[in-house]
């Protein structure tokens, strides 16, 4: 058994020379072996106990095997549950695909469903090769010896341990089926099976070794590694079934959840259930031995085997993690070890150099631990930069990994008196670079104390600084400096510590403190670890988001209870000590506390039976069966209402950022930190809000455009239903217009492509959506924009499914009066061509900067103006008409109360109506539009910030001004569609295309029969062939 270690690396290097078959038994016969018996032996290949059936196998795999980044890899010591994950994984990813009750599973054993590339890849290599995405694949070798291309690749990782005496006891029994000749226990009795692997000897083993290569890679890239145990994986088999799928980046959707998918595969996937289905019972794998061996439980007490062999030292579990441990004079707190085996993660290890009683922070790090605080700090020592007249200059540098360096207790400082220093570093992934000068005439100019001052220099330092390079140099070569002063100085030092003197000037230490804010990283907030199985603050304990710039999460002990957090708080000496006569109240307090808890019990039932009500109501089943039938062509949710509320602080106010026609529009952050919008769906009356809401979810959920707000889902548990959408971060259009002194000007490139962008989507809206869908709400304030002005059209996708009524109709009046459809006072129906007019509003916007009414919309509590809607819900002019058509007049004649057309206050009672008479500024845009428009005098209303000397951007602009009076047209039928307006934007839109057109495009007539000034229609005026003049005009 005592091998040398340089027989194993010989190994390794001879592995490379040579691969073929020839050489394959030379190999072999130099490598360490163990023999169990004759024909079946251990050897020891790169420090990994491989058996002599699986040698060729492995050594072929770590040579040839390609990863892909879609692999999925089940790395396992063999008998710890690989089975059972084989069969989890391939149903998880693979469910979309297979309907549950058609798996594979019930008809093939898992490990034909997911080959093992020790043994089958140099059989098969142009199969597996072969295989498309995702491939699920299996493997038992250490970490160590994975093939290079899965280490670097962007493959994921599962893998699994199991208890060690289990794990043996199991592989014990499974040589015994494997191989029924040796059945004999006196030729492999479990004592001697139990003695090698205390040793390290068994399959794939040393067990410790195998299980802490992958525990160390988890830690380093825990996005890669997912590391399970066993034990856990039976103790609760659904939250660890739903772990794997969101690690695989296949998650459950809340439907999924809610129809019990979970649950089902559990059970599909369940030891019993596999065992008895036929083809394990019965059946063969494909190498010849029955599917039946691979579902035995390996069990047995730990005093059974202790009895039977000797005392097992090398597989002993690792010891207890310690409270406290020290390196000389330094207290080391957990989470601070010394020891990789209670390791946290890499950033809390502390190698003591025994020899000089020295703390360094990491395993090769020459950073010097000074003290370690509960409270968050790490105090080390950083090296100082310096550059002296002797030609002599170091720099210096500390990366801190995953914390960061101190921006409230650090400052940088340079010292001299012709110096200066600066430091690079990185600010998540951005270069940050900053510097401070330093200079004194002679260093009798000093004064102690006195920084900054003659020969000091400091300034503060950023937040989130992980790593730093400073440098020191002098400005002008020392020349013009005191003997005193030869050399410049730069460092970040621990503010409080640092006392400057005029000694500094010709020495300082080589290294000075420096605080490090430390904090449990890697797993957000409190809020977020506490749904983390590596959560780690223990019993009696509070978490606290951590303040310092690390970020993350401590933990402290609650109130009368004491000790390490990391480990567990204990109660301290009066924690169960009750003061004199608290007892007799303690009685009282406990009655209250349950009346109330009673109350709050039956409160909660009570909501989730009214959520549960809404839910049904609002079409919950149907539409979550929407969802499910889409798959993967659509990512909308079902979102939880608790959800929500959380997300918007419980609907807080100042979570607003918008009314639109239903209510507020709120800004949310859900848990994984995406911003969100989220909306009130239309009120239709309750009777009609299921179908409605299935309606309009077929409709939102199937609309897709890059220029549409994108549906992310609704939440169905509220009376009214809520609709949650992708949130816009640059606002609307109508405030970068007409807020202008809170938005810069847009140029007219970017109005002409936020134009087209526009067009484009309307026109997807009307023909390319599958189900035609008319907006009936385009309006600047309905069109966001992204950081880089991008359209995004929102309200769109239900206001066309079902007719409005009375307050619907008055508030799209009040809200879109300027952008209303003339056709639809007398008609009272919105079309398709109602949204062309709509949008040549929005255009006339664009060019002008002018809002589409003179006056602002009423303030929330006041008088807004009221459109009474009678007999069968028309318009009062439209009924009124049909009354008289019908000869029914004395039906619609004035009583006592009255009814009235719609009107707003009477001049009177205002202190100004708003007029349609009142020349340029007092009248409607499109009546100011279309005049300047016929008197060829368009520059007069253009927004100063598109004036232009280009003949080109000029004659876009009239291009634009035409089309858009052509959409103003008041006869619906003589408007041109979408489609058309949307191909003339692109056209013009694109510089070079616009060049060879504009000279042969030529528009006519427009706001015909509206508006019109006397005249039946409106024409273009020649003049406006030429330049729009810059100053107003035209030019000749």
């Known amino acids: 058994m005592e091998k040398t270690i340089a027989s194993q690396n010989s190994s390794s290097s001879r592995v490379e020379e040579s691969m073929n078959n020839e050489n394959i038994q030379e190999l072999l016969s130099s490598l360490p072996r163990e023999k169990l018996w004759d024909g079946f032996c251990f050897y020891l290949y790169q420090g990994c106990w491989v058996s002599s059936a699986f040698c060729h196998g492995v050594i072929y795999f770590q040579k040839h095997f390609q990863a892909r980044d879609t692999d999925i890899i089940l790395a396992s010591i063999p008998k710890s549950g690989t089975t059972w994950l084989k069969a989890l994984i391939f149903t998880i990813v693979n469910r979309s695909r297979y309907a549950l009750a058609e798996s594979p599973l019930l008809t093939s054993n898992p490990h034909e469903l997911v080959p093992f590339l020790d043994r089958d890849f140099i059989k098969n290599q142009s199969s597996i090769d072969n295989l498309s995405s995702s491939r699920i694949l299996c493997t038992h070798v250490p970490y160590a010896l994975l093939p290079h291309s899965i280490v670097t690749c962007n493959s994921r990782i599962v893998y699994t341990c199991r208890n060690p005496l289990d794990q043996l006891v199991s592989y014990w029994h499974f040589l015994l089926a494997l191989y029924p000749e040796q059945t004999t226990m006196k030729l492999f009795p479990l004592e001697k099976t139990f003695e090698m692997a205390c040793q390290g000897v068994q399959g794939y083993g040393p067990f410790w070794e195998h299980v802490l290569g992958y525990w160390k890679a988890n830690l380093e890239?825990?996005?890669?590694?997912?590391?399970?145990?066993?034990?856990?994986?039976?103790?609760?088999?659904?939250?660890?079934?739903?772990?794997?799928?969101?690690?695989?980046?296949?998650?459950?959707?809340?439907?999924?959840?809610?129809?019990?998918?979970?649950?089902?595969?559990?059970?599909?996937?369940?030891?019993?259930?596999?065992?008895?289905?036929?083809?394990?019972?019965?059946?063969?794998?494909?190498?010849?031995?029955?599917?039946?061996?691979?579902?035995?439980?390996g069990k047995m007490l730990l005093l059974m085997v202790a009895a039977a062999a000797p005392k097992p030292t090398s597989i002993a579990k690792p010891k207890p993690c310690l409270d406290l441990t020290k390196c000389g004079d330094l207290e080391i707190p957990y989470p601070f070890v010394t020891e990789p085996s209670c390791l946290l993660s890499r950033d809390f290890l502390i190698t003591c150099n025994k020899n000089t009683n020295i703390s360094y922070w990491g395993t090769n790090s020459n950073i010097n631990v000074t003290n370690i605080s509960m409270e968050g700090r790490l105090q080390v020592l950083s090296p100082v930069s310096r550059e002296c007249n002797t030609n002599q200059r170091f720099g210096a540098s500390l990366n801190v990994g995953n914390f960061r360096i101190s921006y409230t207790q650090n400052i940088f400082s340079v010292i001299g008196c012709d110096s200066y220093g600066y430091i690079h570093g990185k600010i998540d992934k951005r270069n940050y670079s900053m510097s401070c000068n330093s200079s004194c005439e002679n260093s009798a100019d000093v004064i102690d104390g006195s920084c900054p001052g003659p020969g000091c220099c400091q300034i503060p330092i950023p937040k989130d600084l992980r790593g730093i390079r400073v440098y020191a140099s002098s400005s002008n070569e020392h020349k013009n400096v005191s003997q005193s002063n030869q050399c410049s100085y730069a460092f970040v030092i621990e503010e409080n510590k640092f006392h400057f003197s005029a000694s500094n000037l010709s020495d300082i230490a080589e290294k000075v403190p420096t605080v490090v804010d430390w904090a449990i990283t890697g797993q957000g907030n409190c809020k977020k670890a506490r749904k983390n199985r590596a959560y780690a603050c223990k019993k009696h304990t509070l978490c606290k988001d951590?303040?310092?710039?690390?970020?993350?999460?401590?933990?402290?002990?609650?109130?009368?209870?004491?000790?390490?957090?990391?480990?567990?708080?204990?109660?301290?000496?009066?924690?169960?000590?009750l003061p004199l006569g608290l007892g007799v109240g303690l009685g009282s307090v406990t009655l209250l506390v349950g009346s109330y808890g009673i109350y709050y019990e039956f409160k909660k039932r009570r909501l989730i039976k009214r959520r549960q009500m809404f839910y049904g109501l609002n079409g919950g089943s149907e539409i979550s069966q929407q969802f499910s039938d889409l798959g993967g062509t659509g990512d909308a949710t079902i979102f939880r209402a608790n959800e929500l509320e959380m997300a918007t602080n419980n609907f807080n106010k100042e979570t607003i950022i918008g009314r639109g026609r239903n209510g507020p529009v709120y800004k949310a952050i859900l848990e994984d930190d995406k911003p969100v919008a989220i909306k009130k769906s239309m009120k239709v009356g309750r009777s009609k809000t299921k179908q409605f809401m299935i309606d309009q979810v077929s409709v939102l959920s199937k609309i897709n455009h890059r220029n549409l707000v994108k549906f992310l889902g609704c939440c169905l548990?509220?009376?009214?239903?809520?609709?949650?959408?992708?949130?816009?971060?640059?606002?609307?259009?109508?405030?970068?217009?007409?807020?202008?002194?809170?938005?810069?000007?847009?140029?007219?490139?970017?109005?002409?492509?936020?134009?087209?962008?526009?067009?484009?989507?309307?026109?997807?809206?009307h023909s390319g959506a599958g189900t035609p869908v008319?907006?009936?709400?385009?309006?600047?304030?309905?069109?966001?924009?992204?950081?880089?002005?991008?359209?995004?059209?929102?309200?769109?996708?239900?206001?066309?499914?079902?007719?409005?009524d009375v307050t619907q109709l008055s508030t799209m009046v009040q809200d879109?009066?300027?952008?209303?459809?003339?056709?639809?006072?007398?008609?009272?129906?919105?079309?398709?061509?109602?949204?062309?007019?709509?949008?040549?509003?929005?255009?006339?916007?664009?060019?002008?900067?002018?809002?589409?009414?003179?006056?602002?919309?009423?303030?929330?509590?006041?008088?807004?103006?009221?459109?009474?809607?009678?007999?069968?819900?028309?318009?009062?002019?439209?009924n009124f008409c049909s009354m008289l058509k019908k000869g029914c007049l004395s039906q619609i004649l004035d009583t006592e109360d009255g009814e009235q057309a719609p009107s707003f206050e009477r001049l009177e009672d205002r202190k100004q109506a708003p007029s349609f008479e009142r020349p340029e500024e007092g009248r409607l845009l499109v009546v100011n539009f279309c005049s300047m428009l016929k008197k060829g005098c368009l520059s007069r209303i253009l927004d100063n910030g598109i004036i232009s000397n280009d003949k080109i951007t000029n004659q876009q602009i009239k291009q634009v001004a035409e089309l858009a009076s052509r959409c103003l047209n008041v006869k619906g039928e003589e408007r041109p569609s979408m489609k058309e307006v949307a191909m003339e934007l692109k056209r013009l839109n694109d510089v070079e295309g616009a060049i060879e057109e504009i000279e042969n495009l030529r528009s006519e007539t427009s706001c015909t029969g509206f508006y019109d000034d006397g005249n039946n229609s409106t024409t273009m005026d020649d003049s406006m062939n030429d330049q729009v003049n810059p100053d107003g005009g035209v030019e000749d």
């Open 221 to 297: 890239q825990p996005g890669k590694i997912l590391f399970l145990k066993y034990e856990d994986l039976k103790e609760d088999v659904n939250f660890q079934v739903k772990r794997l799928a969101e690690f695989l980046g296949c998650p459950f959707s809340v439907d999924e959840e809610s129809r019990g998918v979970i649950e089902e595969i559990s059970k599909l996937c369940s030891f019993d259930h596999l065992k008895n289905l036929e083809v394990n019972k019965s059946g063969k794998h494909p190498v010849g031995h029955a599917n039946s061996i691979y579902f035995r439980k």
């Open 774 to 804: 008319i907006h009936r709400d385009v309006k600047s304030s309905s069109i966001l924009l992204d950081d880089n002005f991008t359209v995004k059209v929102s309200d769109f996708g239900s206001s066309n499914l079902v007719p409005m």
């Open 546 to 577: 951590s303040n310092n710039s690390a970020g993350g999460y401590l933990c402290q002990c609650k109130g009368g209870y004491q000790g390490n957090p990391y480990l567990g708080c204990k109660c301290n000496q009066n924690c169960n000590q």
């Open 717 to 765: 548990e509220t009376e009214v239903p809520l609709l949650v959408y992708e949130f816009v971060t640059n606002r609307t259009l109508f405030d970068h217009i007409h807020n202008k002194d809170k938005a810069p000007t847009i140029p007219w490139e970017t109005r002409l492509r936020i134009a087209a962008e526009t067009a484009e989507v309307l026109s997807y809206l």
């Open 816 to 878: 879109t009066l300027g952008y209303l459809d003339p056709e639809f006072l007398h008609t009272g129906q919105l079309t398709e061509k109602s949204d062309v007019y709509s949008f040549g509003v929005v255009l006339v916007e664009l060019m002008t900067g002018k809002q589409a009414l003179p006056f602002k919309r009423p303030e929330d509590g006041k008088q807004a103006p009221s459109f009474e809607r009678p007999e069968e819900g028309k318009l009062l002019v439209v």
